[in-house]
Structure formats: C-alpha cells, structure tokens
C-alpha cells in the first residue's frame, strides 16, 4: 500500500490550501481514510476522518473550517482547509484504515501558516 499525499505549502492566516492523498496497491475494503497532524515532539493528533459510508468526524479546533471528502472509486481523500490559523502549522498525515484494522501512512506534507 502506497499514500502520495499532495497540496501542502506555506499560506498566511486566513488563506486555504487543499490536501489531497491517493492511495494505491488496495486489495482490502477500506473502513476509513483520514487525515492526521503532528508538531515535532508532539503526539500525531486526528483532524478529520471519512468512513466508507460517508460519516465525517472532525477535531473540535477543525469544525466548520476543514472538510473532508473521499473519492471510493479512486480511493482518494481530499481536505480543504478554509480560513487557516498559525496553530494549524503541522505535518499532516494521511491515514488508511483496513476493514480488519491494520493501517497505512503517507509521508507527511508541510502546512505552514504565518500570522
């Protein structure tokens, strides 16, 4: 299983960038796909989730600036980030969970925020 992840970058507060992560070598059902983040010395936090059925489930810091879409067909998953604040500067993970459980992750992608 291979994650490329895409779109992260530098923007100034208030400005959006969209992720985007395509998997690929998938032979299993895919329970969920998300997206995670993590600042140096800090624990890899959860940002937003979608389920094969469609649930959502975002960080409460997220709600109503982030949003998370999914493609089942091209197992791809897609974050819009809206009305971007500094604390949102992290390396943010994509995420593949298998129906039995086991995960997958991508690289990483830098989003930096200046104030």
């Known amino acids: 299983v291979q994650l490329v992840e895409s779109g992260g970058g530098s923007v100034q507060a208030g400005g959006s960038l969209r992720l985007s992560c395509e998997a690929s070598?998938?032979?299993?059902?895919?329970?969920?796909m998300g997206w995670y983040r993590q600042a140096p010395g800090n624990q890899r936090e959860l940002v937003a989730v979608i389920t094969s059925g469609g649930s959502t489930n975002y960080a409460d810091s997220v709600k109503g600036r982030f949003t998370i879409s999914r493609d089942n067909g091209k197992n791809t998953v897609a974050l819009q980030m809206n009305n971007l604040k500094p604390e949102d500067t992290d390396v943010y993970y994509c995420?593949?969970?298998?129906?039995?459980?086991?995960?997958?992750w991508g690289q990483g992608t830098q989003v930096t925020v200046s104030s």
């Open positions: 070598g998938i032979s299993f059902r895919i329970a969920a």
């Open positions: 995420n593949v969970q298998a129906s039995y459980g086991s995960r997958w």
